[in-house]
């Protein structure tokens, strides 16, 4: 596990590249945000709220038991110790597209919203897909009509594609699935 500088009162970013380096109450509140940032309509993994915590919980234990330095990173942040938000950072082995990596459940606890947490955290991957596993872009898919094409084009990234109406939320909620890259790093 490696941790990124901080300042007085900054949020804490550090990655954890192993199952071992999580603990059971990293775990635990990682599993709490996702289903505070599900049930509030992030789209996150489990579009439909409320979500059942303890299928986030399944979800997050894999993401966990599947971490290795080469392919599979969570990168998280804390603010005075309690965690703010997080998002997993993955690479395909594959040698056809091994040189990308993808982001995936970028979020941020709700009552931080609004401090820079979730632009911290996808810079701070942005650093550690390009030093640490050699990546050459990053890409993301993102829900439309939220802000989020917004959000990641601030930090540099551009819409690469869009699949028009490809998620439906309820009837006659249909939203496109936009997909967005990082490269260079």
């Known amino acids: 596990m490696t941790t990124a500088p901080q300042s007085a009162s900054a949020p804490l970013y ?5 199952p071992e380096a999580a603990s059971d109450a990293l775990v635990a509140a990682l599993a709490e945000c996702w289903t505070e940032v599900s049930d509030a309509g992030g789209a996150a993994g ?3 709220p409320p979500v059942d915590p303890a299928e986030v919980a399944a979800a997050v234990d894999r993401l966990v038991t599947g971490l290795a330095p080469a ?7 804390t603010l005075d110790g309690a ?3 997080w998002l997993h950072l993955r690479r395909d082995p594959d040698p056809l597209v091994a040189h990308w990596g993808t982001l995936h459940h970028v979020q941020t606890r709700l ?3 609004g401090r820079g947490i979730g632009a911290g955290l996808v810079r701070q991957s942005r650093v550690i897909a390009r030093d640490e596993m050699a990546l050459e872009q990053l890409r993301l898919a993102a829900r439309g009509g939220v802000g989020l094409e917004e959000f990641y084009g601030r930090l540099g990234w551009r819409e690469a ?3 028009p109406g490809a ?14 890259v990082l490269s260079p790093l």
Do not use: I, Y
């Not at 550090?14 to 192993?18: D, E, F, H, K």
């Not at 392919?71 to 942040?77: D, E, K, P």
């Not at 998620?167 to 967005?180: F, K, N, Y």
């Open 14 to 18: 550090t990655q954890l590249t192993s």
């Open 111 to 113: 009552g931080v919203r």
């Open 71 to 77: 392919t599979s990173r969570l990168v998280v942040a």
């Open 167 to 180: 998620l439906r939320l309820a009837p006659g909620d249909d939203r496109d699935e936009v997909l967005m």
């Open 46 to 48: 489990f579009p439909f």
């Open 83 to 85: 965690l703010a938000g």
């Open 161 to 163: 594609g869009r699949w």
